[in-house]
């Protein structure tokens, strides 16, 4: 698996993509099994649960949207092709509407995954240690925020409509796609069906929801339906090129952050011991 370090690393991806064994394509895209681990722009596709938009219009919960040419398109079912998946960690604060901590990328659940804290997987614990610490422990209620995310990279094409009702074509757009909590096992389980003889990125999936109750909460997750195959050429190569220079890119920041905030803390730590000779 020696090219997969290129791979990662190289300013012209697409090209050496080109040259690598099938075995190092699928652990490159995150379809390996992981045992051989090394020891932003794009639209977003999510499943709405907002109940109008900002015009007012009424919107139904539970389909699919992307936000594409500068305004939301709705549709119950999209076709899905993946190329890529990724795994990261995160803590969304909900008041901020934004990330509390991110963690890098990275093809397998057996990386480090450092985050912009200054630590890894944004905190989060096994559960031996949290057993250790108990239910109460800061570092307890801490670890139980931090999420685990399926991050992928694909193409999506749907039969859609805005918010006002106008009808929008969508075909092959690039876009993200974040698989977390009730939705992660849904997508875990349909890459893991997929073939050994087929690259994800040659299966399209299908796309809709199933509507779930706990109590007063309704949440939804994703159906992955196999609908069709298709023959892989140089323009998917070119694309998951693209796709893992966003990510490296992604990735560097975090890991900038990262040693920021590694700098801080041990000058936070500098600062104590001083106070403790002073």
Not at 26 to 48: E, M, V, Y
Not at 70 to 75: F, H, I, L, P, S
Not at 167 to 192: E, G, Q, T
Request: hydrophobic share 30%; charged share 25%.
């Amino acid at each position: 698996m020696g090219e997969l370090s290129v791979l990662d690393t190289s300013d012209n991806i697409a090209e050496v993509i080109k040259g690598v064994s099938r075995e190092e394509l699928l652990a490159f895209i995150g379809q390996g099994s992981g045992d051989d681990t090394p020891k932003t722009g794009l639209s977003r596709i999510n499943i709405n649960y907002d109940t109008d938009d900002d015009e007012g219009n009424s919107l139904k919960k539970g389909c699919w949207k992307i936000y594409h040419d500068g305004e939301y398109v709705y549709a119950d079912k999209v076709t899905f092709r993946p190329l890529m998946r990724r795994y990261e960690w995160s803590v969304y604060d909900q008041e901020t509407n934004s990330f509390a901590c991110r963690s890098t990328q990275e093809k397998s659940l057996e990386f480090q995954f450092p985050d912009t804290k200054g630590g890894n997987k944004c905190g989060r614990l096994s559960k031996s240690e949290e057993q250790e610490y108990g239910d109460d422990h800061p570092l307890t209620l801490a670890s139980k925020l931090a999420v685990c995310n399926q991050v992928f990279y694909a193409v999506v094409s749907m039969d859609g409509k805005t918010g006002s009702g106008k009808s929008v074509k969508i075909d092959n757009l690039p876009v993200m796609a974040y698989f977390k909590k009730s939705s992660f096992r849904p997508a875990s389980d349909a890459i893991n069906k997929i073939p050994k003889s087929m690259g994800m990125y040659e299966q399209v999936f299908e796309l809709t929801t199933q509507r779930h109750k706990s109590g007063s909460v309704t949440f939804f997750t994703p159906i992955f339906t196999p609908v069709s195959t298709v023959k892989s050429g140089n323009e998917d190569l070119e694309l998951i090129g693209k796709f893992a220079e966003t990510i490296n890119a992604s990735n560097n920041r975090i890991m900038e952050q990262h040693k920021e905030a590694l700098k801080a803390k041990a000058s936070e730590q500098e600062i104590d011991l001083a106070a403790e000779f002073n």
